[in-house]
């Protein structure tokens, strides 16, 4: 069975939109295998983040994950790499769609990095990476 990583960032946790967002991850169809308040590490993150060094918003995106703590959430379905990438949005609030997780709850904020509410994985092996640094003990 497929699953995927997905984080509710700092910025979803603050501003009390878990519940909304796990709501939404359930009412699609997926399973919630496994659900975990984490505040993140330099290592996790420069892990997690590794593919992004070098690249502008590298340290802020960095500072934003270390501001608090974050949900680390893996979901099961057929499809759900995909399916919650589309649930989410475009990467960018202002552009994301009415309709997705990003479009209708997350917007610009004038800062340096994006906070844009959720992570999800984009490939098997992303997920299966990412799963590995979220959940050591799986
Ligand atoms: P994730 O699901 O978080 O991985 O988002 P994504 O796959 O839609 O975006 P990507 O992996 O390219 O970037 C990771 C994170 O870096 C994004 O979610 C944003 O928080 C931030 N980010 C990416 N691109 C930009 C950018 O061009 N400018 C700024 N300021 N932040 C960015
Ligand atoms: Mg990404």
New binding site residues.
């Given amino acids: 069975i497929e699953r995927t990583l997905i984080?509710v960032?700092p910025d979803g946790v603050r501003r009390g939109l878990s519940g909304e967002i796990l709501r939404r991850v359930e009412a699609k169809g997926y399973t919630l295998a496994a659900v975990e308040l984490v505040h993140a590490t330099p290592d996790q993150l420069a892990t997690h983040?590794a593919?992004?060094e070098g690249?502008?918003?590298?340290a802020?995106?960095v500072d934003?994950m270390l501001s608090g703590p974050t949900l680390a959430v893996i979901a099961e379905g057929d499809g759900v790499i995909a399916g919650f990438?589309s649930l989410?949005g475009?990467?960018?609030p202002t552009a994301a769609a009415p309709g997705t997780i990003r479009g209708d709850l997350g917007r610009d904020w004038g800062?340096?990095?994006?906070?844009?509410l959720?992570?999800?994985?984009?490939s098997p092996e992303s997920a299966e990476r990412e799963i590995g640094i979220w959940f050591p003990q799986s």
Wanted: no cysteine.
């Fill in positions: 984080l960032k983040y593919e992004h690249k502008p918003f590298y802020p995106l934003f990438r989410a475009a990467t960018d800062l340096k990095v994006q906070q844009n959720v992570h999800g994985s984009d």
